[in-house]
T-cell receptor, first 112, second 108 residues
Framework: DADVTQTPRNRITKTGKRIMLECSQT?????MYWYRQDPGLGLRLIYY???????NKGEISDGYSVSRQAQAKFSLSLESAIPNQTALYFC???????????FGQGTRLTVV | RKEVEQDPGPFNVPEGATVAFNCTYS??????FFWYRQDCRKEPKLLMS???SGNEDGRFTAQLNRASQYISLLIRDSKLSDSATYLC?????????FGQGTELSVKP
């Protein structure tokens, strides 16, 4: 089983719908992140969390919200999806300090 | 200036070539750096960590120049399997900041 699991892997949704992307990890890490990737733009940070009670906005948080339900779970919600939120979304975890990050396999989201 | 910037790609090289990518960062206080590899829009995976002046692992060498605030990745004797996107990552305040990536295509 993967250390970082994202669900769903692929999703097509309509404009205006609410959608939740889920991430769970078995690494025992405190830190979790949500990124989106668009062609030519690399990975941009949406939200990050250093522990259950510490959640922070990244560079592109508008239109998104998150919930850290437990140390191992970090979900990303799009309250009202719009087409420019079509992207590849990655969840990642890392230990304390400046250590390696481990990524989920990604969720390909299409908003039509 | 972006926090992390990479050489624009794509780099198209023949097998056996040596190729180098650069990555510049804006925060002079950054202490550690990473190179990740990403295949075909799959998840990024760690290639190398750089904590001091540099690191070497087989055909791959990463070098850090703190004075000029850049890190480089050198790939010697390129293989077809090296074709991928290479991502520079700089931790800042606990966040992991990614460059936009450099695409490498190794041709027969």
């Amino acid at each position: 089983d993967a250390d970082v699991t994202q669900t769903p892997r692929n999703r097509i949704t309509k404009t205006g719908k609410r959608i939740m992307l889920e991430c769970s990890q078995t690494k025992g890490h405190d830190r979790m992140y949500w990124y989106r990737q668009d062609p030519g733009l690399g990975l941009r940070l949406i939200y990050y969390s250093f522990d259950v009670k510490d959640i922070n906005k990244g560079e592109i948080s508008d239109g998104y919200s998150v919930s850290r339900q437990a140390q191992a779970k970090f979900s990303l919600s799009l309250e009202s999806a719009i087409p420019n939120q079509t992207a590849l979304y990655f969840c990642a975890t890392s230990g304390s300090g400046t250590t390696e990050a481990f990524f989920g396999q990604g969720t390909r989201l299409t908003v039509v | 200036r972006k926090e992390v910037e990479q050489d624009p790609g794509p780099f198209n090289v023949p097998e056996g070539a040596t190729v180098a990518f650069n990555c510049t960062y804006s925060n002079s206080a950054s202490q550690s750096f990473f190179w990740y590899r990403q295949d075909c829009r799959k998840e990024p995976k760690l290639l190398m960590s750089v904590y001091s002046s540099g690191n070497e692992d087989g055909r791959f060498t990463a070098q850090l120049n703190r004075a000029s605030q850049y890190i480089s990745l050198l790939i010697r004797d390129s293989k077809l399997s090296d074709s991928a996107t290479y991502l520079c990552v700089v931790p800042q305040g606990g966040k992991l900041i990614f460059g936009q990536g450099t695409e490498l295509s190794v041709k027969p």
